[in-house]
């Protein structure tokens, strides 16, 4: 090939990515500086100024005063007229450079008898006297440079005509030409007048939306619709339109919209607008990079509405174009956000599962699983969740040493130079990539619930992870990323250890990130998801402990905070649901029973498992098993463990329990073993101790007391240091039964018999205590009637009878005890 046949300008990606400037949001490329006749009369007083000062030279206090009125004209609320600029100039311009105003005039003179004004650098004769190199009136001037390039003839007669008016002082009655890019428009609220001013708006609701959604402008989308109006070249604007239809709930729009973010931010400036050939003398060229991200930020999207099966699609996209693009930020951001999306539950519509035949439903999991292995990422794991390898795949050396490799990108024949980033903001980027990525990492084995052989090994891996993500701090943090992350990561350590049972650990946790809510420059707090999901872990603490009252309140705290119009719908979600849930946990264990069955309906629009178990219990403590039972049966048929296996164990358990009751022990029996061995499989220890002290009920129920009491003491430390204080009550209450079986038995041993008579009155003691503890008066009141079996004569006797008769009147309702 010769060399004449080679590209002139072949292209060339950079791997140092500077996202701001791919995504346009630097406030100095405006083109929205309005053309108004006072801003074009300001640019003639810059223009006749700066001519004087460096003819005649200026101190420093008396330039820095001329800057001071220059800058104080640009950011005028109002408009004055040409008289009272006039007479600005000469009170506060005169007394420094004597002959200021008449030159000005003389300018403008000038300038009248053309039909435009050439704006452009090589014809204004600036010397530097005042204009400064990247100053403010650099940036103004550039813009109205920006501005007049691409306005037509018509444009400029008209721009000229109500410039003489404004000069003669007539009032302006005709609509001001803006921006080029935009139509005509009306007046614009200050916020918004100018490009520089929209932008720096627009970060400041887009901030606040994701943080702070209850701080938004009242009037955020009247104005975001005046922007997108009469700034076209500010994408932002649409982003910020996004987040908005997100918060609505309202997907084709906030699809569109994104459409429209990268439909505008692929049009480009070009970075010198003077100095250049003539050939190469364009304003606008397309920039296509930044589209590679379109599919990922449209895959969140979709995750954020729940459809998991088009982001796998549009993820799966992303991460091909970017190994092959060689784009590492795009490829980690990717892998970060799939496993997000694989921790998801799959989308399910559970009215039409009913309708459909075995036959479908074996069709469409043969379809799933040819999908499936059709997925490269998903192919080696059967919960489709992404393995923790690949999202660590991409080390933190690998995009330092890229950064090095700084090469200028040449687009579309023209040769074009990245702006410069700085190695440390970028370094600093990639160091949250690689925090998010382990958290996200963490989360997947959380979910997955990995064995006991690579149990320590999980474990450490996800304490690293998180302390990682719960300490970072990488550099400035803009827009608060370190702070989001941060308070994720804490966040997540309350949940995990409240399902592990540590309750006052993650109580106090939850309810430290809850408090310690610092304002930032924008927000005056965060009201963010991961604050609700603090509160309502605080809140399940605290009712876990019997707290009731306590986290009532809380959940009334939460409630006015998230639950607002306009909150953020996840946090409002997860307050419902939490709200729901305990107030029936706490109506339940009161004995209202009138007050539970009325939160179904709310828990189940929200966590539709957690309404059947719960109506389940409801039915079964009114005496309807059958009803019970198969209730939980259709639910639990929907149930995938691999995604929801904690769940699964639940359902079973009762199961298991209801089974008992209908009975059927033996099958009973053999579900909850299955049940606890999955659980001791996956080191679940808190799930294992529930289904064991069920196990010990039901051996009890065959008769089998020795048995019983092993399983009861195999699990006697584990309930009391990780069990919640409902199961210890119950534990309590079932090795009084079993003390008591022991003792009806007469066994031989005598010291067995012995120790059951003993182990059964001190157990009913502590479930009492316990039961007073928790506000339970039906647990209550089962302790005590138990007690009045042993003690059935004598002083003991009539204090029990005559506690329970007291009991009796202020909760005359009754529970089963042997299905809880």
Same mark, same amino acid.
């Given at each position: 090939?010769?060399?004449? &046949?080679e590209? #002139?300008? $072949?292209?060339? *990606? ?7 400037h ?5 406030t100095v ?6 053309m108004?006749?006072?801003r ?5 007083l810059?223009?006749? =100024?700066?001519a ?5 030279g ?5 330039h820095?005063?001329?800057?001071a !009125?220059?800058?104080?004209l640009?950011e *005028?609320?109002k ?6 600029l ?8 005169c ?16 300038a ?9 650098? &090589?014809s204004?004769?600036?010397k530097?006297?005042?204009v400064?190199?990247k100053?403010?009136?650099e940036?103004?001037v550039?813009? *109205? ?16 005509q ?11 009655t ?10 005509p428009?009306?007046? /614009? ?9 929209a932008?720096?708006?627009l970060m ?9 959604p /209850? ?17 076209r070249?500010?994408p932002?604007v649409?982003?910020?339109?996004? *987040?908005?239809a ?8 906030a699809?569109?919209?994104?459409r ?5 931010s692929?049009?480009r400036?070009q ?8 050939q190469k003398?364009?304003m606008v060229t397309? &920039? ?8 990922l ?5 979709? %995750? ?10 549009? /993820? ?6 970017a190994y092959?693009?060689?784009?590492m930020?795009c490829l980690?951001m990717?892998l970060?956000?799939s496993?997000a999306v694989?921790?998801? $539950? ?10 459909? +035949? ?6 469409e ?7 499936t ?8 794991d ?10 660590a795949s ?5 995009? /330092? ?7 200028p ?14 190695p %440390?903001?970028h ?6 990539s690689?925090?998010t ?6 989360? +997947? ?10 149990h320590?090994? +999980? ?15 990488s550099? $400035? ?20 250890r409240?399902?592990a ?17 610092? #304002? ?16 309502v ?11 009731w009252t306590?986290?009532?309140e809380?959940?009334?705290?939460l409630?006015?905070?998230?639950c607002?119009?306009?909150?953020y ?11 729901s849930l ?7 264990m009161?004995?209202?029973f009138a007050a ?5 309906l +709310?828990?189940?629009?929200v966590h $539709?498992?957690?309404a059947?178990l719960?109506?389940?219990? =409801? ?7 059958s009803?019970? !039972?198969?209730?939980?049966k259709?639910?639990r ?8 296996l ?17 009975g059927?022990a033996?099958?009973?029996l053999?579900?909850?073993q ?9 080191g ?8 064991? %002290?069920?196990?010990?009920? !039901?051996?009890?129920?065959f008769?089998r ?8 003491e195999?699990?006697?430390?584990e ?10 009550v119950?534990?309590?209450l079932?090795v009084?039964?079993?003390g008591?079986?022991i003792?009806?038995?007469?066994l031989?041993?005598?010291?067995e018999?012995a ?8 157990a ?5 205590v316990?039961?007073?503890e =928790? ?20 002083d003991?006797f ?8 007291e009991?009796?009147?202020?909760? #005359? ?8």
């Amino acid at each position: 090939m010769t060399q004449m &046949d080679e590209e #002139p300008y $072949p292209i060339h *990606l950079s791997t140092r990515v500077n996202l701001d400037h791919l995504f346009a949001y630097e406030t100095v490329k405006s083109l929205g500086e309005p053309m108004t006749p006072f801003r074009l009369s300001v640019y003639l007083l810059i223009r006749s =100024l700066d001519a004087d000062i460096y003819e005649e030279g200026c101190g420093g206090e008396d330039h820095a005063r001329i800057s001071a !009125l220059l800058y104080g004209l640009l950011e *005028l609320e109002k408009e004055l007229t040409f008289a009272q600029l006039c007479r600005l100039v000469n009170k506060r311009v005169c007394p420094i450079i004597r002959d200021a105003l008449d030159h000005y005039l003389k300018m403008v003179r000038e300038a009248l008898q053309t039909d435009g004004i050439a704006l452009k650098f &090589d014809s204004l004769g600036l010397k530097r006297g005042l204009v400064a190199n990247k100053s403010l009136l650099e940036h103004y001037v550039q813009r *109205l440079q920006s501005a007049e390039k691409l306005m037509t003839y018509r444009q400029h007669r008209q721009l000229m005509q109500q410039l003489r008016a404004y000069v003669r002082g007539e009032e302006q009655t005709e609509t001001v030409v803006r921006s080029p890019l935009s139509q005509p428009q009306p007046s /614009l609220p200050r916020c918004i007048s100018t490009g520089s001013h929209a932008r720096v708006w627009l970060m400041k609701q887009l901030h606040l939306q994701q943080v702070a959604p /209850l701080e938004v402008d009242p009037s955020i989308d009247e104005y975001c619709g005046l922007v997108a109006t009469a700034f076209r070249d500010i994408p932002a604007v649409h982003l910020l339109l996004m *987040l908005r239809a997100v918060y609505r709930e309202d997907q084709p729009t906030a699809i569109d919209e994104l459409r429209a973010f990268f439909d505008y931010s692929m049009i480009r400036l070009q970075d010198l607008l003077t100095n250049m050939p003539p050939q190469k003398n364009r304003m606008v060229t397309v &920039d296509h990079r930044q589209v590679r991200y379109a599919p990922l930020l449209q895959a969140r999207l979709y %995750r954020i509405f729940g459809d998991k099966a088009l982001a796998r699609r549009l /993820l799966n996209e992303t991460i091909s174009q970017a190994y092959l693009n060689k784009e590492m930020t795009c490829l980690r951001m990717a892998l970060v956000e799939s496993a997000a999306v694989e921790i998801m $539950p799959e989308r399910r519509d559970h009215s039409a599962k009913k309708h459909k +035949t075995k036959e479908q439903m074996e069709k469409e999991a043969k379809a799933l699983e040819g999908a499936t292995k059709a997925d490269g990422l998903h192919a080696d794991d059967e919960s489709g969740l992404v393995p923790a390898s690949i999202i660590a795949s991409v080390d933190l050396k690998s995009h /330092l040493a890229m950064m090095e490799d700084d090469v200028p990108a040449r687009m579309e024949g023209e040769e074009r130079r990245e702006l410069s980033t700085d190695p %440390r903001e970028h370094e600093y980027m990639v160091m949250r990539s690689l925090d998010t990525g382990k958290l996200v990492a963490a989360m +997947t084995m959380f979910v997955k619930c990995e064995i006991p052989e690579i149990h320590d090994e +999980t474990m450490g891996r996800m304490q690293q992870a998180v302390l990682s993500a719960n300490c970072s701090s990488s550099g $400035p943090d803009s827009m608060g990323k370190s702070r989001e992350l941060s308070d994720a990561a804490a966040a997540f350590t309350a949940v995990a250890r409240l399902h592990a049972g540590y309750t006052n650990s993650a109580t106090a946790h939850a309810r430290a990130l809850y408090e310690c809510d610092m #304002p930032d420059y924008y927000a005056s707090s965060h009201d963010t998801a991961t604050k609700a999901v603090a509160g309502v872990t605080c809140a399940f603490g605290l009712a876990s402990a019997g707290k009731w009252t306590e986290a009532l309140e809380m959940c009334e705290r939460l409630e006015s905070r998230f639950c607002q119009k306009g909150a953020y719908p996840a946090a409002t979600r997860h307050v419902v649901g939490a709200s729901s849930l305990i107030r029936f946990d706490a109506a339940f264990m009161k004995g209202n029973f009138a007050a539970a069955e009325e939160r179904l309906l +709310t828990i189940e629009s929200v966590h $539709p498992n957690e309404a059947v178990l719960r109506h389940s219990l =409801l039915l079964a403590t009114r005496g309807n098993h059958s009803d019970a !039972l198969a209730l939980l049966k259709g639910a639990r048929e929907g149930i995938d463990e691999t995604l929801d296996l904690p769940t699964s164990i639940r359902m079973d358990v009762q199961l298991g329990v209801l089974l008992s009751r209908v009975g059927e022990a033996e099958p009973a029996l053999q579900l909850l073993q299955k049940t606890e061995r999955v659980a001791s499989s996956r080191g679940m220890k808190r799930e294992h101790v529930i289904v064991q %002290r069920r196990i010990a009920m !039901l051996e009890l129920m065959f008769g089998r007391a020795r048995e019983a009491k092993r399983t009861l003491e195999s699990i006697e430390g584990e309930m009391h240091s990780i069990g919640g204080l409902i199961e210890r009550v119950l534990f309590c209450l079932t090795v009084a039964e079993c003390g008591y079986q022991i003792k009806g038995n007469h066994l031989r041993d005598k010291k067995e018999w012995a120790a059951g008579s003993s182990g059964h009155l001190s157990a009913l003691g502590r479930a009492r205590v316990l039961a007073e503890e =928790l506000g339970c008066i039906p647990l209550e009141k089962i302790a005590l009637s138990m007690a009045a079996r042993v003690l059935n004569t004598g002083d003991a006797f009539s204090k029990i009878a005559a506690r329970i008769k007291e009991l009796n009147e202020s909760c #005359p309702m009754n529970i089963d005890w042997t299905i809880l």
